[in-house]
C-alpha cells in the first residue's frame, strides 16, 4: 500500500472492515509507517498542525518564469541580475547553459560580504569584502582580468585560453588553471599558491610559483618565498587554526583577522602559553569567550570597539 | 491537462509551485534557494518541452524529482544562500524509505492548506484557533462568545469537510 493509498483511505472514514485490518497492519509494519499514519490522521483526530507549510508568491513565481523563458528579455535578465550584484554583492551564478549567447564582460564587487562568483568559464572567484574583479574580455582568446583587492581563485584548466589577472600597472599573473590567493590593493601586492602553478609577470621578468610558494613586492622588488601555512585564507574559509602557536602572536592575527585592535598585556606578551585550537570566525567576542575556557584569558571590552586583554593562566 | 501549450502550463505551474517550494526548502532551509530551483524546473520543462515525453500519471514524480536532483546538485556545488552542513549531509543520506521528503505527505500538506481556506467563516476560524493556536474548546468559546458546545460542533463540522475537500484537492495531482 502506498502512502497515498493510505491517505485517501484514511480520509474515507467509513472503511470496510478488510481496508480498515489492511491500514492496521500497514502502520504497524515500520516506525516509519506509523509516523506517516499518524501526521494523516491528525486531521480526523483533532485538526493537523501544518504551521510549518509555507504559502509562496505563486503571482510572483510565474512572473519569473516568463522573465526567463522570454528570449527578448534574456540578455536583459542577465543584465539586471550582473545590475543587482554589483548593487548588492553576494551569490550570482552565471547559468552554463547561456555562455555562448552572453559574451559581455562582467564587473564583481563584493560589497558588503565576502562573495564567491563563478565565472562563465566556469572558474570561480571569492572575493573579500571591498574587493572588484572585472572582465577585461569576453573570454573567447584570453581570459583577461583585473583585481582590486583581495581574492582567491579556482580556475577551470584550458589550455587554449591562458587566464590573466592583471594586478599594478605592468604586472599580472598567468595561470592554466589551479588555485592561488591574491592581495593587490594598492599598498600590498602577494599571491599564495593553493595547488597547481602560476607564473607572475612582473618588472620584466617572469617568476614560477608552485603549491606552497607566495611572491610578494617587498620595499620595490618582487621576492619569492616559501608559504609556511598560515590563516592567509581565513577571510574565506572562515576558520583560524592554530598549531602550537605562542598565544600573543594568536591574538594578533586574530585581531588583525577583525581588523579590532587588541592591547596585550605585558603578561601576554611574555607568557610561554601555546596554543593548538581551531576557531570558527563567527565573531571577535566569541572568539575571546572560547578562549576564555580555554586559556582562562581575562579580557575587557572598551566602548571605542578595542580590547584589552590583561591575563592567562594555561596549564 | 495538456501541459504543453501555454495555459496548461499556467495550470500545472499554479497546480504545482507553492508544494514544490515548500519541498524544496525541506532540502534546502532557505526560501530564495527553494523557489530559484523550482522556477528553474518549470523552466527547464518548458524549453525541453518538445523532447520530453512523460507517460500518463508519471508528470508528478517527474516534477518532484527534477526538484529534489536540482536541490541536491545546487547543495553540492556550494553555491547556496546559508549553508547548514549538518542539515544537508543529514538530508543526503537519508534512506529512502524515509518520509521526510516523501512526495505524496507533500501534497497532502497542500491539499489540506487549501482546503482549510474553503471552509465556512466559522468553521474555519474555530479550526484554526484549535489547531494553530492550539485552544481549548472553553478558550474558543470564550473568545468566539459562543457556548462549549458549539465550538465543538463547530470543528466536527470543519473536519467532517476537510475530508471531502483534501480528496477533491488531491484529484488536482492525478495526471
Known amino acids: ?315 | 491537462m495538456n501541459w504543453k501549450n501555454e495555459e496548461g502550463y499556467r495550470e500545472l505551474f499554479n497546480a504545482y509551485y507553492n508544494v514544490l517550494c515548500n519541498y524544496a526548502f525541506k532540502i534546502l532551509k532557505n526560501d530564495m534557494d527553494a523557489e530559484d530551483v523550482v522556477i528553474e524546473v518549470f523552466v527547464h520543462f518548458w524549453s525541453n518541452k518538445e523532447s520530453i515525453n512523460i507517460e500518463e500519471g508519471k508528470l508528478k514524480s517527474y516534477l518532484f524529482s527534477s526538484v529534489k536532483n536540482k536541490a541536491f546538485g545546487l547543495i553540492r556545488s556550494g553555491k547556496i544562500r546559508e549553508t547548514h552542513e549538518q542539515h544537508y549531509s543529514d538530508i543526503l543520506k537519508a534512506k529512502s524509505d524515509d518520509s521526510s521528503l516523501n512526495e505524496d505527505l507533500f501534497l497532502f500538506r497542500e491539499a489540506l492548506k487549501r482546503s482549510v481556506r474553503q471552509l465556512s467563516p466559522k468553521s474555519k476560524e474555530v479550526y484554526l484557533l484549535r489547531t494553530q493556536n492550539g485552544l481549548t474548546f472553553e478558550e474558543i468559546a470564550d473568545k468566539l462568545g459562543i457556548n462549549r458546545r458549539t465550538a465543538e460542533n463547530h470543528m466536527a463540522a470543519a473536519v467532517k469537510k476537510l475530508r471531502l475537500l483534501v480528496k477533491d484537492t488531491l484529484k488536482l495531482f492525478e495526471q
Open chain 1, 1 to 315: 500500500m502506498d502512502i497515498q493509498e493510505v491517505i485517501l483511505r484514511i480520509l474515507n472514514k467509513k472503511e470496510a472492515v478488510v481496508e480498515y485490518q489492511q491500514l492496521k497492519d500497514w502502520k504497524e509494519e515500520t516506525a516509519e509507517n506509523l509516523k506517516i499514519y499518524q501526521e494523516i490522521n491528525k486531521i480526523v483526530e483533532e485538526g493537523s498542525n501544518i504551521k510549518d507549510y509555507k504559502d509562496y508568491n505563486v503571482e510572483s513565481g510565474y512572473k519569473r518564469f516568463k522573465e526567463q523563458i522570454t528570449p527578448k528579455s534574456k540578455s536583459w535578465m542577465m543584465y539586471a541580475a550582473a545590475l543587482l550584484l554589483i548593487l548588492a554583492g553576494g551569490y550570482f551564478m552565471l547559468n552554463k547553459n547561456t555562455t555562448t549567447e552572453s559574451a559581455v564582460p562582467q564587473e564583481y564587487l563584493a560589497e558588503t560580504k565576502v562573495s564567491e562568483f563563478a565565472l562563465n568559464d566556469g572558474s570561480s572567484v571569492t572575493l573579500n569584502v571591498g574587493s572588484e574583479l572585472r572582465e577585461l574580455s569576453d573570454f573567447s582568446k584570453i581570459r583577461n582580468v583585473e583585481l582590486k583587492g583581495e581574492a582567491f581563485f579556482d580556475i577551470t584548466p584550458d589550455k587554449e585560453k591562458p587566464f590573466r589577472i592583471h594586478l599594478e600597472e605592468g604586472t599580472f599573473v598567468e595561470v592554466l588553471g589551479t588555485s592561488f590567493n591574491i592581495i593587490n590593493d594598492g599598498t600590498n601586492m602577494q599571491v599564495v599558491v593553493e595547488s597547481g602553478h602560476v607564473e607572475l609577470h612582473a618588472d620584466g621578468k617572469v617568476i614560477s610559483l608552485t603549491k606552497g610558494y607566495a611572491a610578494e613586492r617587498v620595499k620595490g622588488s618582487i621576492v619569492k618565498y616559501r608559504k609556511q601555512k598560515d590563516n592567509y585564507l581565513s577571510w574565506k574559509n572562515n576558520t583560524l587554526v592554530y598549531k602550537n602557536t605562542p598565544i600573543a602572536t594568536v591574538l594578533t592575527d586574530i585581531g588583525a583577522h577583525f581588523n579590532t585592535e587588541l592591547n596585550l598585556s605585558q603578561v601576554i606578551l611574555k607568557s610561554d602559553c601555546n596554543l593548538s585550537s581551531t576557531f570558527e570566525t563567527k565573531s571577535i567576542d566569541q572568539i575571546l569567550s572560547e578562549l576564555s575556557k580555554l586559556v582562562q584569558l581575562s579580557y575587557i571590552k572598551k566602548d571605542d570597539g578595542s580590547y584589552s586583554i590583561k591575563d592567562i593562566k594555561c596549564e
